[in-house]
Structure formats: structure tokens, C-alpha cells
């Protein structure tokens, strides 16, 4: 991002938030209506407008509600109490993350598998590339059940699902990153009689790097997105998703609003930070733009 | 001594597949990849029958095949509802606001420069998690379930098409104006034209996720049809069997909607390097 983006940027966000607070007004409205015409009394546009917008259970919390709840959630609570996002949040986090390693390190093993075997490659690939189009996230409450009838309930579940989501992107990046050494260099590698496992370790995987992290961010993303839904029907306790299911059992709005804030927030700081890591280790590879 | 003949088939599949892919040809290739599925489930239907792997764990390919053909009345509702009713309506407006919304903010460099960075942080989010929201504005019906496709497909959309109308380079442009082009035929006949890989690369994304999204959303709350409600209620009933019924139905409307995505993409993109043979 770039300084002068900043002002266009700035300026979408506040229309964003303006039509926001339009539509809370205009959505929470009809409820207020109803009331006071329940209670026989009419009321006026000056009277309903801070009426709409401090709604216990708003049809569209208004965004300084969602900034309070937020803010309750992450800075008003102790860090282990249950009502603490930021404790939802790990409890989603540490399975995105075990998932993320899991289906990383599997990602670049095949990877690395396909791309020196002909066969594995001819077998596997289509298959893979297949699998792209599966809506995987489908089976998320099924691995859940089966797990929990197999004895493993808690964190591994998740992680599973969330292995498996990051796990595509990565082994079709990492299959395109190794190839990428021209024949040139593939030639100069031989011409050192260099062995298959030097020219992997040498010239194939730095020069895999870049494509291993531009997949990293969307494996990240993925497996994040596939945490939440396999805290959907899992009946689970904790966790972002759970705090979705629970809010929208209960009507709770502002708690579904701030879990969604709270996930939006996670994933751009996982984002970032691979972006962060992915700039340091290009810089001192010389490959930095 | 039950786990020989298991490896036995595993170790055929693989010398053939081995053996064949010297070859290199479009027809070997196939064979190779049609060799390995294959075995994949032969092995799983050993692997179930001779350890006797209780159905609620996972149940055999065989088993599957038949809760399949016994419902197929109930599948073919299920597919109505959540891919043609939900993931498809969803999908094609959620398309069509987004080229829309493209093209009128490409005339805007500023609207542009701000909400591109917008729209790519926004396709990182899990936006999955707007579902229990629109369940409860639009319903238990379709509607939610096209709703939170909408949202889930727009921003994937919109970023490729701003790129895409992007893609033309100076002298293009130029060409144009020195044929004092107005701005609608230069959309229409370079503009456009010249979007398109990029537009299809976003709308080849988001099938998937215009599935995922609709039966998502269908675990938040639905009528009695519908294959996120299946899938929830078939587990509660440990009917796993229906469960993988239902998941193959998924994969296979996935597979058939990335597929009619790519034929057209063939048809409308054939003079772009990639579509070259």
C-alpha cells in the first residue's frame, strides 16, 4: 500500500461507514415502529434515530455498537474468561495454525514428491487439481462427528479441516515454484555434476520461494476460514465460530458482529505477518523487488 | 496376513501407473490418473471390509454407491435447492454486480486506488461468517443461502475485472483513440475483450466458493430440504453413508460448474496464449 492511496482508501471506508449507519437506521426502524405503535404513541424521525442505533438486539448493530462489543470483548474481559474474544480467538488460532503447519509441510513433501517422479505426478496432479473445484468445507461437520465417535474431540478436528484446505494451495504453488529453474540452470547444476538432492537443496527450493509464499497467504486465509466452519456444527463451546453459532441461536447481533470483526482482524494480521516474514527472507535472498 | 492382498493391489496400481507414465501421452495420462482413483477406492473398500470398519467411522465406497442410488429423490431436491437455488442464483448476481460495479469504477482512478486494497483485504476475510447474519434477514429459504454467495463471490469478481480492464496496454488505447473511439465502443471491443482471461480466472475461483457458501449457510438454519441441512441431520442420525452421498453429489455439481466455467472460458478467451495448443 502505497501513502497516496491512503486518502482514496480513507474516503471508501467513511462512505462504507455512512451507508452503514443508513441502513442501521433504516433496518432497526421498523422495530421501533412497531413498539410505539404497540404502545399507541407516535413517534418522530429526531426521537427514532438514536433509538435505532441503540438497540439491544439490532437487526444491523450500528458500527460504534460493533467498535464497543469489540472493544468489550477484547480489552473488558480477563484474557481466560469465556466472554474474552481474545480467548476465542486463540482457541481458533492454535487450531489454524497446527492445521496450517500440517498441511503446509504435506504440501511441499508432495510437492517435492511430484516434481521428481514422473508417475506421482501423472497420478496425483489431476486428481489435486480436481479436488479444487470439491466444496471441501462440506465435510467439516462430518470429520468432526467421526473424529468425536473415534475419541478425538478438541483441537485436532480443526486442524485437520484446516490442514486440508491449506494444503491444495500449497502443493500446486510449490509444484509450479520448483519447476521454475530453466534448462539453463538445470544445465549449469549438471555441468557441476551436481545430484538430485543438491540441485533440490541449491536451486529448486530458493527458487521456489517466492511462490511458496505468495500460496502461504492463501493457505493461511484458507485454513482460518476453515477453523470457523468446523466450529460450527460441532456443537463446540469456544471459539470464533462457535461464538457465531451461539450468537445467531440467541439473536446476539452485536456478539455475532464482533466475532465476525474479530476473525476479519485475525486474518489480516496472519496475512500480514507472512507478508512481513515473506520481505525479510526475500530481501536477504537478493530476491526482493 | 490380511493386510498382504491390500498392499498387493496398492504395489500393482503403482507398478503400472509406474510403467505407464514412460509413455507421455494424453491417452496415458488419463490412464494413469483413471488407475490411481481407482485403486484409491479399491483399497478403501478393502481396507473397510477387512478390518470391518464400523459405517459410522467411515463407511465402504459400495455402501456409499448404494445410499446413492436408494436416494435419489431426496438428492435431486437437495441439489435443487442449495446449488440451483442458492449457490447459482447467488453466483450469477454476485457476477453480474461485480462486472457492473468494475466497470463503473474504472472510469475513477480514485475510486479505484481506494477500494481495490479494500476488495483484496475483504476476499482474504472469512466472509463465511456472514452467513448466521443473512440467514437472519433473508429467511430460512434460497434467498439467505444466494445472499451470502453474493457477498462471498463479489470481491473475488471485482478485483480480477478491475485488473482485467486494466490489462490494455498504452498503444491499444491509443489505436483506439486515433480511431476517435467513444468510450463505449473502446469498452466494448478492446476493454472488454481483453478483460475476459482475467474475469474468468475470478469467476473459475468462486464456483467453489459459491458452493461452499450456500451449504454453509444452510447449517445456520433452513427449510427441510437442502444439502447443508442433509448433511447435519444425516450425521445426527449417523447415517454416514447419505452423508457421502451427499458429498459426492458436492463434488460432482463442483466439478461439472468448474468445468462448464472453463468450456466457456475456452470459447470466449481462444485467441489468449493459455487457451494455445
Known amino acids: ?289 | 496376513m490380511s493386510a498382504v492382498p491390500i498392499i498387493g493391489v496398492w504395489l500393482g496400481g503403482w507398478a503400472v501407473n509406474i510403467w505407464l507414465s514412460r509413455f507421455d501421452t494424453r491417452a496415458s495420462r488419463t490412464l494413469v490418473a483413471v488407475i490411481f482413483g481407482a485403486t484409491i477406492i479399491t483399497l478403501w473398500e478393502m481396507i473397510v471390509r477387512t478390518y470391518a470398519i464400523p459405517t459410522v467411522i467411515l463407511p465402504a465406497p459400495s455402501q456409499i454407491a448404494a445410499s446413492f442410488a436408494a436416494n435419489g429423490s431426496i438428492l435431486w431436491t437437495d441439489f435443487v435447492q442449495t446449488i440451483v437455488k442458492g449457490a447459482l442464483t447467488g453466483w450469477l448476481i454476485g457476477a453480474g454486480a461485480a462486472i457492473l460495479t468494475a466497470i463503473a469504477i474504472d472510469r475513477s482512478p480514485f475510486l479505484q486506488r481506494g477500494l481495490l486494497p479494500i476488495g483484496n483485504f475483504v476476499a482474504a476475510l472469512p466472509i463465511v461468517g456472514i452467513a448466521p447474519i443473512l440467514v437472519m434477514w433473508f429467511g430460512f429459504d434460497w434467498q439467505s443461502k444466494a445472499a451470502v454467495v453474493v457477498v462471498m463471490v463479489f470481491f473475488p469478481i471485482l478485483v480480477n475485472m478491475v485488473a482485467g480492464l486494466r490489462a490494455t496496454d498504452a498503444m491499444q488505447r491509443d489505436l483506439m483513440a486515433s480511431w476517435a473511439a467513444p468510450y463505449g465502443a473502446s469498452l466494448w471491443k478492446l476493454r472488454l475483450p481483453a478483460a475476459m482471461p482475467f474475469l474468468f480466472n475470478g469467476l473459475k475461483i468462486t464456483t467453489t466458493l459459491a458452493l461452499i457458501g450456500a451449504i454453509v449457510a444452510e447449517f445456520f438454519g433452513s427449510p427441510t430440504r437442502g444439502m447443508g441441512f442433509r448433511i447435519s441431520t444425516a450425521v445426527g442420525r449417523l447415517d454416514l453413508p447419505l452423508v457421502w452421498a451427499e458429498i459426492v453429489v458436492a463434488a460432482l455439481a463442483g466439478t461439472l460448474f468448474y468445468g462448464l466455467v472453463a468450456a466457456l472460458e475456452k470459447k470466449v478467451t481462444f485467441w489468449h496464449p493459455s487457451q494455445r495448443r
Open chain 1, 1 to 289: 500500500m502505497r501513502r497516496a492511496d491512503l486518502v482514496p482508501i480513507l474516503t471508501v471506508l467513511l462512505v462504507i461507514v455512512a451507508v452503514w449507519y443508513l441502513g442501521a437506521i433504516r433496518m432497526n426502524a421498523t422495530w421501533e415502529r412497531d413498539q410505539a405503535a404497540r404502545a399507541g404513541t407516535e413517534v418522530t424521525w429526531s426521537q427514532l434515530i438514536p433509538l435505532t442505533l441503540t438497540q439491544d438486539r439490532p437487526v444491523l448493530p450500528a458500527p460504534h455498537q460493533v467498535a464497543v462489543g469489540l472493544w468489550e470483548g477484547v480489552a473488558g474481559q480477563a484474557v481466560t474468561s469465556r466472554r474474552s474474544l481474545v480467548w476465542h480467538a486463540w482457541v481458533t488460532l492454535s487450531a489454524t495454525l497446527a492445521g496450517f503447519a500440517i498441511g503446509t509441510a504435506a504440501g511441499i513433501l508432495l510437492a517435492v514428491g511430484i516434481v521428481h517422479s514422473r508417475s506421482m505426478d501423472q497420478s496425483v496432479m489431476p486428481w489435486a487439481v480436481a479436488s479444487q473445484t470439491v466444496p471441501i468445507l462440506a465435510i467439516a461437520p462430518m470429520v468432526i462427528v467421526v473424529m468425536a465417535s473415534a475419541g478425538v474431540t478438541g483441537l485436532l478436528p480443526k486442524a485437520i479441516i484446516a490442514a486440508w484446505l491449506s494444503f491444495f494451495p500449497v502443493l500446486v504453488g510449490m509444484v509450479k515454484g520448483l519447476r521454475t529453474p530453466d534448462a539453463m540452470q538445470m544445465d549449469l547444476m549438471r555441468s557441476w555434476s551436481a545430484g538430485r538432492r543438491q540441485v533440490l537443496a541449491r536451486l529448486r527450493l530458493p527458487s521456489s520461494l517466492p511462490y511458496l509464499f505468495a500460496s502461504l497467504k492463501v493457505a493461511i486465509a484458507a485454513a482460518l476460514v476453515g477453523t470457523i466452519v468446523a466450529e460450527l456444527p460441532s456443537g463446540a463451546t469456544a471459539g470464533l465460530g462457535a461464538r457465531l453459532l451461539s450468537g445467531s441461536y440467541y439473536g446476539q447481533t452485536v456478539q455475532i458482529w464482533s466475532a465476525l470483526f474479530m476473525a476479519a482482524i485475525l486474518a489480516g494480521l496472519l496475512v500480514a505477518l507472512i507478508g512481513l516474514v515473506e520481505r525479510r527472507v526475500l530481501a536477504r535472498m537478493g530476491l526482493a523487488a
